[in-house]
């Protein structure tokens, strides 16, 4: 069994409350626009970090984290990348990976736009745990943390951080 903490679109702002709220994870997912490679380095710090790089960062960020990263976890697999749309509306340019490798759960950001949303075509559940930094258009800051126990994804949580 593992605990994720999962979030995006930090956009270089760190909050002490990501220290809280991920203090009970095994793991913290970072799905791109992180901003800073100080906010990656103090997330590592408290949990093993897995990320990927987005559209706003630099070479410090890109040249340690990919553009997709795709890896088994408990018998589930993960495909997390920053552009990635969602079911019925995939980013062109990850259609392929998506239909070549039929991840059980599919992680994207960007958007700023908190989604939970099962694909029935692909079998796969997507989620964008929304943007976590003040940077954006979004309203309300959030996080996500679920569970993987086997091939089950369970005990999905949102959590609020606020207003930006």
Known sequence: MV???????????WDDRYQTYFESCDE???AG???AA???VRLNQLKPLRAVYGNIDGQPIRS???KTLIFGIEDVTVL???IGGYPGRYEPSIRKD???HRPQLFISGHSHILKVMHDKSLKCLHINPGAAGKSGF???RTLVRFTIEAAVIKDLEVIELGFR
């Open 80 to 82: 997390m990348t920053h």
């Open 38 to 40: 100080a906010v990656a």
């Open 64 to 66: 340690v984290y990919p």
């Open 28 to 30: 913290i997912w970072h």
């Open 33 to 35: 626009d992180i901003g």
């Open 3 to 13: 605990k994720v903490g999962l979030l995006s679109d930090t956009h270089g702002y």
């Open 98 to 100: 998506l239909y070549e």
């Open 138 to 140: 979004h309203q309300v």
